[in-house]
Structure formats: structure tokens, C-alpha cells
């Protein structure tokens, strides 16, 4: 089996308070690599995570230190941008998270699969964070970025977290 993990492709961080022309500009060719997938492993498994704050974001030492409230849910900038809930379909696991990482993400996908895909934004905080969680949770498992389906907050910490994944044996694509 294989496995797509598409990563925080929320309003906020594509077109939202966090959004830049880069991460909004991935919103395309992510939806595409998820129909693509979908095509080419129809009983693959599809993981979505959902970057999830509450009220209290500020009083969180992710608030002291990104002061800009986002992915408070149920806000509106919380939900998937609608290309991508579109592509995703309804066979799709949702995993909220309150840190960059989900810590739980190797429990979701159970058994070590063939080959683990990440897509997504930001690679230089959630994608690269999750990316190293399943290359130490399946260190046999082939782990796959897709370059061109993420976006950093600045191009240059794009390019800087594909180089360090490369660094940990995950293959950038």
C-alpha cells in the first residue's frame, strides 16, 4: 500500500492571514498530484491534516512566538481551500493537529506502507516536520516530497527544508 499525506492545505495558509503567492500558487498542482494518486492507487491511503488552534492561540507558545492568529477552528480560514476538499473526496482520513508535527500521523497510517508521499505547505515548518516524523516512525518505507506540490514562507526556507529532508534520506521529487 501507498500512501498520500497532504499537509495544512487550509485557507490561511494559502490565501488566508499566512497565505503567500507561492503556497496559494501550489493549490493546483496539489489537487492534481491528489486526483493523480487517487487514479493510480485506488486503495491508497489519503491523509489530510488540518492545522487546529482554538481561542487561546495567543496564550500558546506558538502564539508568543507567530502572534498572527490562523487555523482557528471553526473558522472559516481553518477549512481546506475548496480545490483541494474537492480532490480529496469523501475517502480521505482528516487528522487535526495543534503543533507543526502530527504526532500521532504513524498511528493513523497503521502498518509501515510501500511508500509514504508528502504534499503541502509550509515545507519549511509542517511538511518538513511530518516528513521526519514518518522517516523515523517507518525507516524502511520509501518517503517521497513532491517540490513542485509545496510552498514555503519564503522560497529560500522552501529550498533550505527540501536540501535538509534530502539530508535525511527523504526523496524530493
Not at 89 to 101: A, I, M, R, S
Amino acid at each position: 500500500m501507498k500512501a498520500l499525506i497532504v499537509i495544512d492545505m487550509q485557507k490561511d495558509f494559502t490565501t488566508g492571514v499566512l497565505g503567500n503567492a507561492e503556497c496559494a500558487a501550489v493549490i493546483g498542482p496539489v489537487a492534481e498530484a491528489i486526483r493523480t494518486f487517487r487514479r493510480e492507487n485506488p486503495k491508497g491511503l489519503v491523509i489530510a491534516t488540518l492545522d487546529t488552534h482554538t481561542e487561546d492561540y495567543m496564550n500558546t507558545q506558538e502564539g508568543r512566538k507567530l502572534p498572527v492568529p490562523h487555523c482557528i477552528k471553526p473558522n472559516d480560514g481553518w477549512h481546506l481551500c475548496p480545490e483541494i476538499k474537492t480532490a480529496l473526496g469523501t475517502d480521505c482520513t482528516l487528522l487535526e493537529k495543534g503543533t507543526f508535527g502530527a504526532v500521532n500521523l504513524p498511528q493513523v497510517i497503521g502498518e509501515a506502507p510501500e511508500e509514504i508521499t508528502l504534499i503541502g505547505v509550509c515545507t519549511d515548518i509542517c511538511v518538513i516536520s511530518n516528513a521526519m516524523i514518518v522517516k523515523a516512525a517507518f525507516p524502511e518505507t520509501t518517503v517521497k516530497v513532491i517540490a513542485n506540490c509545496c510552498a514555503g514562507v519564503t522560497p529560500a526556507s522552501h529550498k533550505t527544508a527540501l536540501e535538509a529532508m534530502k539530508m535525511c534520506q527523504i526523496e524530493v521529487i
